[in-house]
């Protein structure tokens, strides 16, 4: 059968008409969205407009009221928990950087590697070349190659933030969620970042949540601005930063 | 297990122990059998006994550590896992019993008879088999780990939750194991054991070779334990204890994870009670009482979580100093010390003995040898061991 006849869409990622609230609180309220594969899209807004809840819907965390959620034009993602998500091919980076301190680096990889998951195949795994060599590449990538062996709770915020990068790399998913990846970086790491994602982006499909505009400005790509769980703006850069609704309840005059 | 396996688990630390283990299980059996009473290196069948109990208790420890001090799970009733295989091992030896009894029935225990059962209970037949009665030491502690776990990791209840219903788990099969019509002889429990395999329980030869065989299911169960955590599970049980939902969202199935352990760990608990019973010459309902349980996770608590060797040490270490405090004037005070003990271990040691010891040796060895530095430290737990006792 071929895939294409039954999907419902071209889209990497479709939501029509989410609805999630919170004893009362419309966190996600009527959002529509649309993800093209190989896109990369910036979410803007202010401070409970609803992206990290979008983002957990997305992943299985929340499950919403009303709404269509569907991945790569046919998988609804709202019937699914966040393992069978993840094992679809959806990344997710989170807001606070979240590694596994206890153990190296090179260990966080490991564990994040697109290889078998199942109880047994991790009790009698042993490494092949392949695997040291994807997690080589990923080392080179985000910089980390002289720091494998530390432990990643001893990484600097900078650090942590391109280590959860790196593990998302190392997953290889279809569509990566990026959640304020620049938090607490200094300029220079931000552009590094920007570069990263840029980079990543050649092979995967993105979507980033981000509040320094310097850095969504260096992205140069589709930019929409989030309102109270609903799309305000959508558009490029300029377009968007210079909708009055948009200045208004977020970017201030 | 596979031999890269046995290799990968066998770090100096591991090594050492199993070293000191083995020597200790082979030559306290034999200075009790060769050695004569009077000498200075002999130990008395007493003693054996007792240090028997303590190695148990170390397989106990064991199992907890692997689920609590790798995966984050705190159990506070793994007790009954090692009252269900006492029981399993109690059986065996009530039905070896046979005419013994006092009211000489072949077939029914002596409680059966003064509680007038007309036959024996559906659930005892079997265990006049060794190899069946054995069989079901394991099997029934991992069959209710299995069906508990799979209900509580399924609805993911997790932290304080779940060791709460593990308690009430252990508080129930007390509750049910302390009724007569149970069929486990009620508040009595099962005593007055005879022969094991046609040994006498209470031979010297019989209890010093339950030693060996004790020192021997430590270090089978060590290996296993090993084994689990210095595999890629074990860096996942190590990410699922740090960070739960992370590991979700790389794909992990975490409640599949916390089965797997927790039911290993039952079965081990198990096993530990199974060879308890022939010892101490009794199971009854006590050994499921919530404290006992809470007791064995102060033993981890003290020797060092997630370190194994820890584990096993604690048991010993607090167990001696029970034996020891128990039999003198401070009896009475020694639940107040045990309390003592934890609230001093988590203020003051909180990465208990071996932790401790490990955290203040390793910078030192890497400082000796730093050129093989930094692949030391990236092997991940237990590097150095303690002196075992």
Redesign the interface.
């Known amino acids: 059968m071929n895939v294409m006849d039954t999907r419902a869409t071209s889209a990497m990622l479709y939501l029509d008409g989410v609805h999630v609230s919170f004893d009362g609180f419309h966190a996600i309220n009527n959002l529509s969205l649309t993800l093209e594969p190989g896109e990369m899209r910036a979410i803007i807004g202010p401070n409970g407009a609803g992206k990290t809840t979008m983002m957990d819907i997305i ?1 299985g ?1 929340t499950k919403p009221d009303e709404g269509t959620v569907l991945f790569d034009g046919v998988t609804d993602l709202t019937r699914l ?3 069978r998500i ?2 679809l091919g959806i ?2 980076k ?1 807001q606070k950087p ?7 680096v ?2 966080n990889l ?3 590697l ?1 290889v078998d ?3 047994k195949g ?5 490494g092949n070349r392949a695997e040291s060599e994807r997690i080589e590449k990923v080392l080179e990538i985000i910089r980390l190659t002289d720091a494998r ?1 530390r432990l990643a709770g001893s990484l600097s915020h900078g650090q942590k933030q391109w280590l959860e990068i790196g ?1 998302l790399l190392a ?1 290889d998913p279809k569509l990566l969620l990026v959640d304020e990846p620049v938090a607490g970086m200094t300029d220079v790491e931000t552009h590094l970042t920007a570069e990263l994602l840029k980079e990543i982006n050649k092979t995967h499909t993105v979507m980033v949540v981000e509040h320094d505009m310097t850095f969504v400005r260096e992205l140069g790509v589709k930019v929409t601005c989030l309102h109270e769980g609903t799309v305000l703006a959508e558009g490029t850069i300029d377009q968007v930063s210079s909708n009055e609704r948009v200045i208004e309840v977020y970017l201030g005059r | 297990m ?1 031999p ?2 046995l290799t990968r688990s066998l770090d100096r630390g591991a090594t050492i122990f199993l070293l000191v283990v083995a020597t200790i299980g082979v030559l306290i059996p034999l200075s009790n059998l060769l050695l004569p009473s009077g000498s200075f290196l002999h130990v008395p069948t007493y003693l054996v006994a007792l240090w028997g109990k303590y190695v148990c208790y170390a397989i106990l420890a064991l199992s907890i550590d692997l689920i609590w001090g790798y995966c984050g799970i705190l159990s506070l009733g793994h007790g009954a896992f090692f009252a269900l295989g006492g029981y399993a091992m109690g059986m065996y030896l009530m039905r070896q019993i046979g005419t013994r009894g006092v009211y000489g029935n072949p077939i029914l225990p002596d409680f059966m008879v003064f509680l007038n059962y007309p036959k024996l209970p559906w659930y005892w037949h079997g265990f006049d088999m060794f190899w069946f009665a054995a069989l079901m030491v394991i099997v029934v502690p991992g069959l209710l780990a299995f069906c508990f776990g799979w209900l509580a990791f399924r609805s993911r209840v997790t932290g304080v939750y779940l060791s709460i219903i593990t308690q009430a788990m252990t508080y129930a099969l007390l509750l049910g194991f302390f009724r007569n019509d149970f069929g486990f002889g009620g508040n009595n429990g099962l005593t007055d054991f005879k022969d094991i395999l046609g040994f006498n329980v209470q031979a010297d030869g019989t209890r010093a070779t339950l030693f060996l065989l004790s020192c021997l299911a430590l270090i089978i169960g060590f290996l296993i334990c090993r084994a ?1 955590v210095s ?3 074990g ?2 049980l ?2 699922i204890r ?2 739960e ?10 409640e ?2 916390k089965l ?1 352990v927790f039911t290993v760990s039952a079965c081990m608990a198990g096993v530990a009670g199974a060879l308890y019973v022939p010892q101490v010459g009794i199971i009854n309902p006590s050994e499921f009482a919530p404290g006992n349980s809470i007791e064995a996770v102060i033993w981890v608590a003290v020797g060092g979580r997630g370190t194994l060797v820890g584990a096993a040490l604690g048991a010993v270490v607090v167990n001696y100093a029970k034996t020891f405090f128990t039999s003198g004037v401070l009896a009475p005070y020694w639940l107040f010390m045990l309390g003592a003990l934890f609230i001093l271990v988590t203020l003051l040691l909180p990465k208990g003995i071996v932790g401790t010891f490990n955290s203040w040796w390793e910078p030192m060895r890497a400082k000796r040898v730093s050129g093989a530095a ?2 030391a ?2 092997e ?1 737990g237990v590097s150095e061991p303690k002196m075992a006792e």
């Open positions: 992943t965390k928990d966040e393992t993840a094992e990344g997710r989170f979240t590694v596994f301190e206890s153990q190296t090179q260990d490991l564990l994040a697109n998951h199942s109880v991790t009790l009698f795994w042993r062996n593990m997953q | 596979t890269h396996m689990i595999s890629k599970l860096k996942v190590i990410a740090d960070a939902s992370r590991t979700r969202f790389l794909g992990y199935r975490v599949s994870y797997f930094e692949s430290a990236a991940n």
